[in-house]
């Protein structure tokens, strides 16, 4: 198990960029993929990034692909999900998951499968 906190969040203008970090306690974090999840008012969470425990495999949303990168730096036990060109559809509140794994290219972009969530940062970002 391991204890995950954002920071990073914040308002923006359109076209503007945040960097989201996801810091996890433990010795173990890089045994865990990871997540990037957001959910905005009145709709379902969606996956935005996962990067797998090496690194090695990532995924994006369509949304994001070209305007988001995840990254993780298993030494400081963080991942981080840069975001650039940011849109008013961006605003959420953006949520880390850790779900541990055996392969080193395991990514998933099914919130149920993960065990391990943050608290949430709220990035707003307007037009």
């Known amino acids: 198990q391991v204890q995950l906190v954002e920071s990073g969040g914040g308002l923006v203008q359109a076209g503007g960029s945040l960097r989201l970090s996801c810091a996890a306690s433990?010795?173990?974090?890089?045994?865990?993929?990871v997540g990037w999840f957001r959910q905005a008012p009145g709709k379902e969470r969606e996956f935005v990034s996962a990067?797998?425990?090496?690194?090695?495999?990532?995924d994006y949303t369509d949304s994001v692909k070209g305007r988001f990168a995840i990254s993780r730096d298993n030494a400081k036990g963080t991942v981080y999900l840069q975001m650039n060109s940011l849109k008013p559809e961006d605003t959420a509140v953006y949520s880390c998951?850790?779900?541990?794994?055996?392969?080193?290219?395991?990514?998933?972009?099914?919130?149920?499968?993960?065990?391990?969530w943050g608290q949430g940062t709220q990035v707003t970002v307007s037009s």
């Open positions: 998951a850790a779900i541990r794994a055996e392969s080193t290219y395991y990514t998933s972009i099914n919130p149920i499968l993960y065990t391990d």
């Open positions: 433990g010795r173990t974090f890089s045994r865990y993929a």
């Open positions: 990067i797998s425990r090496s690194g090695l495999s990532i």
